[in-house]
């Protein structure tokens, strides 16, 4: 490919404050596509939850679970599930905590609770609907990302217990469990190592911590205006708020547009 690779992440990046997809960040998208440039969507979300936004902003190729199911033009190019043993071990600590579970595979998610108030209002920020219950959906097969919901206090002990597992919180309620070492940055490795794409023309844009990881490793990473400050001291730039035409006047400054 002779454009730049862009990738973007979605929520409070691609989407505004109240999930919507701004005017100007479609308009950019088409830009960005019209002068030979490549967008590509990284998040944390599973292929299931963003369908409609890549239809929308015809969007063909994605890294998603933080990195661990990505695709470059609808085929699979890496795919990296947390092992059924340790979502085993993950799965009975997390009970005898009363901390309930959410697992998520390439089609749907579902939870080991029939109902969690910590469930209902994390889901609801994403606007997703309710998981249906099912606590042994993560056996036989490909759960790419899980859920655990508890406060922060109550984080430290899965990070001694369970060094093979990467926790990364995104909601008061809410972390996001991956394999070791799982990351957006290591799903964008993949995908331009098998484009033999330079880093210095690969972008990202992003606004929380499971983007940090990202920022950093591309050759140039922009955080939004939204970013808490340890996003933004991890990115090269930082753009305006995503509600106030962030992915526009970003690509502009940058001149890629």
């Known amino acids: 490919m002779t454009g730049k690779l862009i990738f973007f992440d979605i929520d409070g990046t691609l ?14 998208v088409r830009q960005l596509k019209a002068a030979g440039h490549e967008p590509v969507i990284a998040t944390g979300r599973g292929p299931f939850m963003f369908k409609d936004i890549r239809e929308e902003l015809g969007i063909e190729s994605f890294v998603s679970y933080n990195g661990q199911y ?3 033009k609808s085929k ?20 005898k905590n009363e901390h309930p579970l959410v697992y998520m595979d390439l089609e749907t998610m579902k939870t080991n609770a029939e109902y969690h108030v910590h469930i209902e ?34 984080e430290p002990p899965y990070r001694n ?7 990364i919180r995104w909601h008061r309620f809410s972390m996001d469990v991956l394999p070791s070492g799982g990351s957006k940055a290591k799903g964008i490795e993949a995908m331009i190592g098998m484009l033999g794409v330079g880093k210095e023309d690969v972008y990202a844009f ?17 955080a939004m205006g939204n970013a808490p400050d340890i996003v933004k001291k991890a990115a090269k730039h930082v753009t305006k708020d995503v509600g106030e035409d962030g992915i526009m006047h970003g690509l502009r400054m940058l001149g890629l547009l």
């Open 15 to 28: 989407l505004d404050h109240d999930k919507k997809l701004p005017d100007s960040t479609k308009q950019a």
């Open 206 to 222: 992003g606004d929380y911590l499971n983007d940090i990881e990202m920022l950093r490793y591309v050759g140039t990473g922009v």
């Open 161 to 167: 217990r369970f060094p093979d597992l990467d926790f």
């Open 70 to 72: 990505v695709e470059w």
């Open 121 to 154: 209002e994390s889901i609801a920020t994403l606007k997703e609907p309710y998981p249906d219950h099912d606590p042994e959906y993560f056996r036989n097969r490909d759960i790419y990302q899980t859920l655990v919901f508890c406060t922060e206090d109550e």
């Open 76 to 95: 699979p190019l890496l795919k990296n599930p947390i092992k059924t043993e340790l979502l085993q071990q993950l799965t009975d600590y997390a009970v």
